[in-house]
């Protein structure tokens, strides 16, 4: 079946630096994306969210890229931080059965060094 | 405002016992869900519900049963657990269905040994 995937599993930066953290999907039909961030013990939480009718989203300190071409999204986190360390999903909010549910990517684990 | 509470937070099963994971919401969400989360890896849908008496199946439902009497509650039942059941499992909800509007648990370790 069509999945989201991630390109790279850790992603190693110096506090201050832009961190960037990629997603490949399949699903062509898919048209809402989000990301997530985990940290230690705790569940999921929304970071930055973007539909398909937009290439770029910006909140505070992170910015989400779509690339509908190459089925490609990524999150730019600027000024990255201790705190940010935390394993980041994407997700696509796909059909199932005329519901909306979310299919997770495998996750990038950003460690952020003083 | 406790939002999605877990319980409980470990557990030790031997093969072949029963057990549930119990999960309650107090945002009056309409959408629930179950979700398992193996080392490494991202969440697999179980099971999900999007009102009371109605439940339908995930990506990975076999061995697992769920329930929806209230609003509030969204139980997960192990009939015979198994080492594949090994995993950290996320409960959440959701008001509209949407991703952005999603709250999850803080989880629950099982562990089948």
């Known amino acids: 079946g069509e999945s989201v995937g991630l390109h790279l599993p850790t992603l190693s930066v110096q506090e201050g630096d832009n961190s960037i953290i990629n997603c490949a999907y399949s699903n062509s039909a898919s048209d809402y994306f989000i990301w997530y961030k985990q940290e230690s013990g705790k569940g999921p939480q929304f970071i930055i969210d973007?539909?398909?009718?937009?290439d770029k989203r910006q909140g505070q300190r992170v910015t989400v890229l779509l690339n509908k071409t190459v089925k490609h999204l990524s999150l730019q986190i600027a000024a990255t931080q201790p705190g940010d360390s935390a394993v980041y999903f994407c997700?696509?909010?796909?059909?199932?059965?005329?519901?909306?549910?979310?299919?997770f990517g495998k996750g990038t684990m950003l460690l952020v060094s003083p | 405002n406790a939002g999605v509470t877990q319980t409980p937070k470990f557990r030790i099963l031997k093969i072949g016992q029963s057990m549930t994971l119990q999960c309650t919401q107090d945002?009056?969400?309409?959408?629930m869900y179950w979700y398992r989360q193996d080392p490494g890896m991202g969440l697999k849908l179980i099971y999900y519900?999007?009102?009371?008496?109605?439940?339908d199946k995930g990506e990975v439902p076999n061995g697992y049963n769920v329930s929806r009497s209230t609003t509030e509650d969204f139980p997960l039942r192990l009939e015979l657990a198994a080492p594949s059941q090994t995993s950290v499992y996320f409960c959440?909800?959701?008001?509209?269905?949407?991703?952005?509007?999603?709250?999850f648990g803080s989880g629950t370790r099982l562990t089948v040994v």
């Open positions: 945002m009056n969400h309409n959408y």
């Open positions: 959440a909800s959701s008001y509209d269905g949407q991703g952005d509007g999603y709250t």
């Open positions: 973007i539909r398909s009718n937009m």
């Open positions: 997700a696509e909010n796909a059909k199932n059965s005329g519901y909306s549910t979310l299919t």
């Open positions: 519900s999007v009102g009371a008496g109605i439940t």
